[in-house]
């Protein structure tokens, strides 16, 4: 019996911060409102000349540098992301390129918005479980920066960029013990970004029913702990750290009452990332790898709501 267990992570935030008093400048909002309705103190924003593919890169090769892996032991790669550099190839090709793999590993991307990441690992997880993929680059990353309308409050003082990776191997025990994911598109209007190539061409920025997501974020990350945990052998005293998704620090507030641990047993980044889509997660979990609160041994829950709607969790020890 094949299992998967994350070997190594790697981040990549790009250099530039915007505090939200700079936002102060471009729209009618404030510092206070931004932090005490998110937690959000800052982001992350590219460069111009930077792309997803860019930032997917650095963390990788910050992923393999702590994995100490030769790259060509990659025999899968999954990029997860809504802002890829191109229509096509997929932003997963366009890594392998940059990271210089020519082994022929298959590479591409999934599109799950910010539950993304969760999409992306539960797929390696199940490459490996079959025995197909031995060792899985799966990244989350995301520019929001350029799908952002800077002059609508309710959403550009949200957001950040960056990028975060894993690189997950095959082992005799757990590992990922499970994960979920789920969708329901009846939902898609509800956050959406209302241009593409065969439906409508309109303006490529986020739209979004701020408090109707919130409310779907806060029900669904609450039913996803019962299930998560359901029939894993695991209950939620067994769990050291909530690796969450980072859009609004009241929604990960809410999910700690559920699990009834503490706030510190929370990787919390939203205050210094915003919300980052696929990349937050993997981003979280590598703050907390490297400043070595997270131990190998420890139980981690992992849990997204993004747009589709989409959501899902993963439960594993790392
Ligand atoms: O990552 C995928 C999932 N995304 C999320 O999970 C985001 C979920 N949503 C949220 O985090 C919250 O709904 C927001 C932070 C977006 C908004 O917080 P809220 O408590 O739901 O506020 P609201 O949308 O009900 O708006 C309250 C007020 C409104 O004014 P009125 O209509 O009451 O006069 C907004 O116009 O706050 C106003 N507002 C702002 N005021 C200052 C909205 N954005 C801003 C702003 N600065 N940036």
Redesign the pocket.
């Known amino acids: 019996m094949h299992y998967s267990h994350i070997i190594a992570s790697g981040a990549y935030l790009p250099e530039r911060i915007m505090h939200n008093s700079e936002l102060e400048n471009l729209?009618?909002?404030?510092d206070e409102?931004?932090r005490s309705?998110?937690g959000i103190r800052q982001r992350h924003i590219a460069r111009e000349d930077e792309t997803t593919s860019d930032m997917a890169c650095n963390a990788s090769l910050r992923a393999i540098d702590m994995a100490g892996i030769k790259p060509d032991s990659i025999d899968l790669i999954i990029v997860a992301t809504s802002t890829p550099d191109l229509i096509y190839p997929s932003t997963a090709c366009l890594l392998q390129k940059k990271l210089g793999l020519r082994n022929g590993s298959a590479a591409f991307d999934v599109q799950a918005?910010?539950s993304g990441f969760i999409y992306a690992l539960s797929i390696a997880d199940r490459f490996i479980r079959t025995g197909e993929t031995r060792c899985a680059l799966v990244i989350g990353a995301d520019m929001n920066s350029r799908i952002l309308d800077w002059t609508d409050?309710?959403t550009c003082?949200?957001f950040g960029d960056g990028a975060g990776a894993v690189i997950l191997g095959s082992s005799a025990e757990p590992g990922i013990y499970r994960t979920l994911l789920h969708a329901d598109g009846s939902y898609s209007d509800y956050?959406k970004v209302p241009s593409g190539v065969s439906g409508p061409t309109g303006e490529p920025f986020i739209r979004?029913r701020?408090?109707e997501?919130?409310k779907f974020?806060v029900q669904k990350m609450d039913e996803i702990v019962d299930e998560t945990l359901d029939d894993s052998g695991l209950t939620k005293t067994d769990i050291d750290w909530l690796v969450p998704?980072q859009?609004?620090q009241r929604?990960i507030a809410a999910t700690v009452k559920k699990l009834g641990i503490s706030m510190d047993d929370v990787i919390l980044t939203v205050a210094e990332h915003g919300?980052t889509?696929a990349a937050s997660i993997p981003l979280a979990l590598d703050v907390g790898i490297r400043d070595g609160r997270i131990k190998r041994g420890d139980v981690i829950l992992m849990e997204a709501?993004?747009?589709g709607f989409t959501w899902g969790s993963a439960l594993l020890r790392y």
Not at 27 to 30: I, M, W
């Open positions: 729209v009618e909002t404030t409102w931004i309705r998110t918005v910010c409050r309710s003082v949200l956050l979004m701020g408090n997501v919130f974020a998704h859009a609004n929604i919300n889509s709501v993004g747009g």
